[in-house]
Structures are given as structure tokens and as C-alpha cells.
């Protein structure tokens, strides 16, 4: 019992942890696969690459922010009901299945700045009571889904979802 007691502070590193090696694994095979560039070109493993980066700079900010709720001992998990089930990661689910129904209908840029929106809320990005943290919440996904936008149509000329209003 005591054991019990001693990892149940260290529970929600778990899932990071997991995610650390998954990306590990992805990243070893995505430069198992070639060059970066080719011809001056991104080649076939670079977004593999910068994936990886991005999911490992996400995955440290949120296993330090798990260690330095640890510490303080003030957890602020959802609980529902007197077991503890994390909420949060269902939300997530909940919102990347709206995205995937939605992006063929609303269209990349409708969709992508709700899913982003959804997924700031989640995460408590600014007071969500007061309009000036929701402006600025709504904000920060115009801007996020906007790059992610550019980056995709001019860097690799793909042509995201428009949606039937358009």
C-alpha cells in the first residue's frame, strides 16, 4: 500500500512518458528514411522531423508542469465523481472527432480555429470567464490555424479543405 501511495503522485507522467517513446520511435524511423532535403527540397523524412521536435518540445513543457504540480500538491485534475477520471483527455478525443466530421464541411480554417479554440479552453489558456480572455483565446487560434495554413499551402502546396460555404 505504501508503494501504491508513493506512485500515485507520479501517475499522470504515464501517459508523456509514453509519448516521449512513441516519438523517439517515429523520429529513429523517420531518418531511417532518407535525407532532410533533396535537392534543395524537403525530403520525404523533414516533417516527420519537425513533428518530432514539436511533440518533444509539447511533451517536456507538460512533463515539467506535471513535476511542478507534484511538488506544490495541489493537483487541479477534473474529477468526476468520487474515482478521479480525468476529463481532459476526453474532451481531446471529443474535439478531434469534431474536427475530422467537420473539416470537409467547415472547411480548414472554420474548423482548425474552433479545434484550436476547444483545445485552448481545455487547456486553460486566459481567464474564460472574463471577454477579454476569450477574445484573446479567439485570437490565438485565428493566428495558430492562419500559420499552420500558410505553412502547409505555400511551403508544401497542399490544398486543405475550403468547405461547402466557400
Known sequence: MQLLAKITPYRPL???ILL?????TY???ALSTGMLFRYGLPGASFMPVVLSVIMYVGVA????REIAAI???????????????HLAP???AGATLGLVLFLKILGFLMAGT??????????RVQDSRSLR???????ISVIITGLVYLFFRTLFSVRLPEGVFI
Do not use: M, W
Open 114 to 123: 474552433l479545434y484550436v479554440f476547444v483545445l485552448l479552453s481545455i487547456f
Open 90 to 92: 476526453l474532451c481531446i
Open 71 to 85: 511538488r506544490r500538491s495541489s493537483c487541479t485534475e477534473i474529477q468526476s465523481g468520487s474515482n478521479g477520471i
Open 20 to 24: 516521449l517513446i512513441f516519438t523517439t
Open 133 to 139: 480572455g476569450l477574445a484573446i483565446r479567439a485570437a
Open 14 to 16: 504515464v501517459l508523456p
Open 61 to 64: 513543457t507538460i512533463i515539467l
Open 27 to 29: 523520429l529513429q524511423d
